[in-house]
């Protein structure tokens, strides 16, 4: 089963001066690893207008100094589900070719003919 992972970042000058994308980032796949998990998808979070008026709010009542900002979004999965160690793929078996056979001759045609006519005698088959 995937996990997300939600990685909070901030914006104005204390966001600017402490926050580290590629640091925050880091530290979550460094968790992520120590848990035995994989990295499967980074995504980008994004803000509906709502959030983004909330947050001009709160940077407007914070004088500049601080706002909660979009992050990123980490997908992850166990180890034990990955691709490359599930073992060996198992294909089903090929699927059996029906056919067709002409019921005033005895033509036999492989596949599912019905409604064809018969190359031989001309009967629908």
């Not at 968790?31 to 959030?51: C, I, M, T």
């Not at 691709?83 to 002409?102: I, L, N, R, V, W």
Request: glycine share 8%.
């Amino acid at each position: 089963m995937n996990n997300i992972h939600r990685v909070n970042l901030s914006s104005g000058i204390i966001g600017m001066l402490v926050t580290s994308p590629k640091r925050a980032l880091s530290q979550c796949l460094r968790e992520a690893s120590a848990n035995g998990e994989e990295l499967v998808f980074v995504l980008p979070d994004h803000q509906n207008v709502f959030q983004l008026l909330i947050n001009l709010l709160i940077l407007a009542l914070t004088l500049l100094l601080w706002c909660p900002a979009p992050g990123y979004l980490v997908i992850t999965r166990p180890r034990s589900i990955a691709p490359s160690t599930a073992g060996p793929a198992h294909e089903p078996p090929p699927a059996k070719m029906s056919s067709t056979e002409c019921s005033k001759c005895g033509k036999s045609y492989e596949g599912d003919l019905r409604g064809q006519y018969c190359e031989v005698c001309g009967n629908r088959l």
